[in-house]
């Protein structure tokens, strides 16, 4: 027969099990809305979207299908100079949209897949051939220069447009480009470029 002792021990665990398990549902949303919160700071306050990537694959690790998080990682993969593995993310999002019948979002990622992808990285290819396989650094300059009037805050395209002035002996207009690059590296954690960066602006009298 069972005591009252163990009748209300059994009673007692029932309900910090049925407590441990309620909290958990509860914070779980709360918590991915910090982890998106997070990553949306990390991309659009501080301008980070290395920082940010990992906030929201935190997130899609957790909810594959979680509809904030796969938009904001393409977003911040574009934005990251990785068109290439942005543009999966984009395909999965359309259908998403479609399904939720989200035509304002389907419509976004339709013109975005139209108009990133392959060509901003053959952009970016031509640009590199032009500048290290067939030393025309003005050619280079135009590839780069087409890709940040795309993406203003290619990591990718910055620096090489920057690589490309100084090979064309304009120093000068490579100047801000270097000290962006630097800002841009200092966010991301980026030391090797932040040494270069910081090697061509002193040997400009930074």
């Known amino acids: 027969m069972i005591s009252l002792l163990d009748r209300k021990l059994t009673c007692a665990?029932?309900?910090?099990?049925v407590i441990a398990v309620l909290g958990a549902c509860s914070n779980k949303p709360e918590a991915e809305e910090e982890i998106m919160q997070a990553g949306i700071d990390?991309?659009?306050a501080r301008n980070n979207p290395n920082a940010a990537m990992e906030q929201f694959r935190k997130v899609l690790k957790r909810n594959p299908d979680h509809y904030g998080a796969t938009f904001q990682l393409a977003t911040a993969l574009d934005r990251a100079g990785k068109p290439t593995e942005a543009r999966p993310l984009w395909e999965k999002m359309l259908k998403m949209a479609e399904a939720a019948d989200d035509k304002e979002t389907a419509d976004l990622v339709r013109a975005r897949l139209s108009s990133t992808g392959a060509s901003e990285?053959?952009?970016m290819q031509a640009g590199i051939n032009a500048l290290y396989a067939r030393n025309n650094p003005?050619?280079?300059v135009e590839q780069f220069r087409?890709?940040?009037k795309r993406n203003p805050d290619h990591y990718g395209a910055t620096f090489q447009l920057a690589m490309a002035l100084e090979s064309g002996g304009r120093a000068a207009e490579a100047r801000p480009l270097?000290?962006?690059m630097l800002r841009m590296a200092e966010a991301a954690?980026?030391?090797?470029?932040?040494k270069t960066a910081q090697e061509r602006?002193?040997?400009r009298g930074r």
């Not at 665990?13 to 099990?17: E, P």
């Not at 954690?189 to 932040?194: F, L, Q």
């Open 13 to 17: 665990i029932v309900a910090l099990f």
């Open 146 to 148: 087409r890709v940040l």
């Open 189 to 194: 954690g980026d030391k090797e470029t932040i």
């Open 42 to 44: 990390a991309l659009y």
């Open 201 to 203: 602006l002193a040997r």
């Open 138 to 140: 003005s050619a280079a």
């Open 178 to 180: 270097w000290e962006k």
């Open 121 to 123: 990285e053959e952009m």
